[in-house]
């Protein structure tokens, strides 16, 4: 046998194999080509007496010699209905035999009873990917010696696929070293072994249509159709379905290639059409996009195959159809590649720059931008066509651009009111929220608007409901309820009033206003005790936002139930949405992920990274005073100061007192209750000189939010009896999967010196099992 392909395989295949041979009759390894299906097999059942055939061949299937198991290779061959029906025979006439099945197809339909009834287990492609460990013990067989950081770089860079291993086995056998050069021409062998064992074995259409379908990551049958041509695309995506399982679902309808699979047809494709016509398959791609208004993929067709024009009719069609800031995100890519001159020629992109530019904090770059449209506008005569749209792209800004803030707010929004009133321009769509759960610091924060909010709402709910259209719907009613709320003043006929409206709102007004609405519905639930409650109604409203395709306001709604998570003393529920969906700390600061900034602090100063908090805090402060963001910058300047207290850094008296000093002058007393326990002890030690009776005040409250949630943002209780510095060594190499051997020779101990630091270990950390201890760690912050 070939060095490279010695019988290695996961206990945990071992361990499926031997569970379906004690519950199932059947067993199908059904995996694409390279698995290292038929030598994982012939390894697992090494020992047993088994019987082979090959479907495609001829099988006779009586007489059979005397074995446990039949093993079926190549069973997608097996087309013939009475060779499948002679196989069924067998099964049934001899009841004390298994079945071994091994194919590159999904599971055939005339199987399928079985699988209803429980014979049948399925042993898919993941299932015979190699660990870290197993590709570790791989290369040792095969006296391949390789560095820990080597066997990392190999272990992620072939994904554990068999056959890349076993290639990369015998170059790395003849002496080469690891790197670029090794991994290339792996890859090239790979290439070319599916060439010729999958792809050339198609008859010419299904060839044509792989092709033609690579550039995409995602694709249904009617994208297919466009592209190709071909009439019969659902039979042949079928036929590749049964035979290879390189075809993956998302879903009913949406198709992906396997990701090496896709590789290997992008250079399939490469060697055999010119860049005109593969230019040609992402214009067709970029036509069905545009039609069905999905702007983005649209975009990313004509940008691949270099259709600028396209891309900038596209990108001022995207910014008229779309509320909000949200889709600037989107496409910010596409509005940075423009030329220069062809923004200027457009009020539209000249008014998406701005906004972009905006939102990536550079606000110098944004009023240039919006300078230059108030000299477009200003060389148009009031008779030109096009004069009243940039107006409004105008007034639009002055809105909408977020270092603007709110001040002055009133009089822009008395100004434009009057001029739609009078029909004189048309105003472009926008979210007031940005997708975030509340309309007092949503798009804008309008923390001033509080000192008058009952006046305002008699005099500017019309204004601004007329101006926002269906995004007015409610807006009013729940701004009022909020500032209500945030002063705790009496809102209790102010709430009932909003939910009164909230059927409406989802009817007439936008899904903005309603996450808005039903996000201080929830506030409320939290400060009343209910936080469990409020979990669930998000949770709700979550799930008919997945529904309705509403996702632009998943990652907002994630980090609030994530802040819910953490007042409940779920912190590994909060850890997950900080491993899997905060967003990363070297990307780009973007504004409009600043809860989502806020809550990773949140979560890091739960599991004592004060430091990281703090790193995580600093750049938003620049953001919440160039852009008037009062309730952001109050709430950061509070977790700031938390920070610093619990590090014992005098610091903490000075950024504690700014934030009082804010949330007096606006007389907001639940941006620093919600803290409670956290906030409390500094509320105790604090000597601010304010006003005494609204200090009580706020005191009282933070007791309450105490009450209901004594360990919010506290660090879960460490070990009763801490770990010794020589087991947290052995607990880090635990955590890494090292055995105990690997562990003793990292560490220079005997073996037995391991197993008694890892028992040790385990009774602190009270677990049974290593990887449990994993687990334990992480949620104790050990690693």
Not at 608 to 625: C, I, M, S
Request: with cysteine; net charge neutral.
């Amino acid at each position: 046998m070939d060095a490279a392909l010695q019988p290695v395989f996961t206990p945990e295949l071992q361990a499926m194999l031997q569970s379906g041979w004690m519950r199932c009759r059947i067993i199908l390894f059904s995996a694409p080509c390279g698995y290292g299906k038929t030598t994982a097999v012939a390894a697992l059942l090494q020992g047993r007496r088994t019987a082979t055939y090959r479907a495609g061949e001829g099988m006779p299937f009586e007489p059979l010699p005397d074995c446990e198991a039949l093993v079926v290779e190549n069973l997608q061959l097996l087309q013939k209905a009475e060779e499948q029906r002679a196989l069924c025979d067998w099964l049934q006439s001899n009841p004390d035999k298994h079945l071994i099945l091994v194919g590159r197809g999904v599971t055939p339909g005339w199987l399928m009873p079985f699988r209803f009834t429980g014979l049948l287990m399925t042993i898919d492609a993941d299932a015979l990917l190699f660990d870290r460990a197993t590709t570790g013990r791989l290369l040792a067989q095969n006296a391949i010696e390789v560095s820990d950081a080597e066997l990392t770089a190999i272990w992620q860079e072939t994904t554990g696929y068999p056959l890349a291993l076993a290639l990369l086995c015998r170059h790395l056998a003849s002496g080469e070293r690891y790197g670029k050069a090794v991994a290339d021409a792996v890859r090239r062998e790979l290439f070319l072994h599916y060439e010729q064992a999958v792809y050339l074995r198609f008859e010419v259409p299904l060839r044509l249509l792989l092709l033609n379908l690579a550039p995409f990551e995602q694709f249904d049958v009617e994208l297919a159709k466009l592209v190709s041509g071909e009439s019969h695309v659902g039979e042949l995506l079928g036929r590749l379905q049964r035979e290879t399982t390189m075809l993956l679902y998302d879903g009913l309808e949406q198709c992906r290639f396997r990701p090496l699979f896709r590789s290997f047809l992008l250079w399939e494709m490469r060697q055999r059409y010119t860049v005109a016509e593969q230019n040609t398959l992402c214009s067709r791609a970029g036509l069905y996009y545009e039609l069905r208004e999905d702007y983005a993929h649209a975009l990313a067709c004509y940008s691949r195959c270099a259709e600028h024009r396209k891309v900038t009719a596209l990108l001022i069609k995207y910014a008229e159809h779309h509320p909000g800031v949200d889709h600037f995100y989107e496409l910010e890519e596409y509005y940075y590649a423009l030329p220069r001159e062809e923004v200027l020629r457009s009020p539209a992109l000249l008014c998406g720059m701005s906004m972009v530019t905006a939102l990536n904090l550079d606000y110098e770059q944004s009023e240039q931008w919006y300078a230059a449209l108030q000299t477009y506008v200003s060389r148009l005569q009031r008779s030109d066509a096009e004069f009243k749209d940039a107006q409004a792209k105008l007034a639009y800004l002055d809105i909408a651009l977020p270092q603007r803030g709110s001040k002055g707010l009133i009089e822009i929004i008395t100004s434009v009111f009057t001029i739609l009133t009078s029909q004189e321009l048309q105003l472009p769509t926008f979210s007031v929220t940005s997708s975030l759960p509340s309309i007092l610091n949503g798009g804008k924060d309008f923390s001033e608007w509080t000192r008058r909010d009952e006046l305002l709402y008699a005099t500017m709910r019309k204004p601004v409901e007329t101006i926002l259209g269906r995004d007015g719907v409610g807006i009013a009613d729940c701004a009022l309820c909020e500032s209500k709320f945030e002063k705790n003043e009496e809102f209790s006929a102010r709430l009932l009033a909003l939910a009164s409206r909230l059927g409406e709102i989802q009817r007439k007004g936008t899904p903005d206003i309603r996450f808005a609405a039903v996000g201080l519905l929830c506030r409320v639930q939290v400060s009343q005790g209910k936080a469990a409650t409020a979990l669930d109604t998000l949770q709700n409203l979550r799930d008919d936002f997945v529904e309705t395709g509403q996702t632009r306001f998943l990652p907002n709604l994630d980090a609030m139930c994530c802040r819910i998570r953490l007042r409940l003393g779920d912190l590994d529920g909060a850890q997950i949405w900080y491993r899997e969906k905060a967003p990363g700390s070297g990307a780009r600061l973007r504004a409009l992920w600043r809860y989502q900034y806020i809550t990773s602090a949140m979560v890091q100063i739960t599991i004592g990274e004060w430091d990281a908090a703090l790193v995580t805090l600093a750049p938003l402060l620049e953001f919440t005073r160039y852009c008037g963001r009062t309730l952001d910058g109050l709430t950061i300047r509070l977790l700031m100061a938390i920070c610093h207290f619990r590090q014992a850094d005098e610091m903490w008296r000075d950024e504690f007192a700014a934030a009082l000093d804010t949330a007096w002058d606006y007389r907001y007393i639940r941006p620093v209750a919600q803290l409670g326990a956290a906030v409390l002890p500094l509320l105790n030690a604090c000597l601010w000189k304010g006003d005494k009776d609204y200090f009580s005040r706020l005191l009282t409250q933070t007791r309450a939010q105490t009450v209901f949630y004594p360990d919010f943002l506290r660090r879960k209780t460490a070990l009763a009896e801490p770990l010794s510095p020589s087991e947290q060594q052995v607990l880090r190499l635990i955590c890494h999967n090292r055995s105990n051997q690997e562990i003793g020779d990292i560490l220079g101990i005997k073996l037995a010196t391991v197993k008694t630091h890892v028992n040790h270990i385990l009774q602190k950390l009270d677990v049974k099992r290593r990887s449990e201890a994993k687990d334990a760690a992480e949620s104790l912050h050990l690693i």
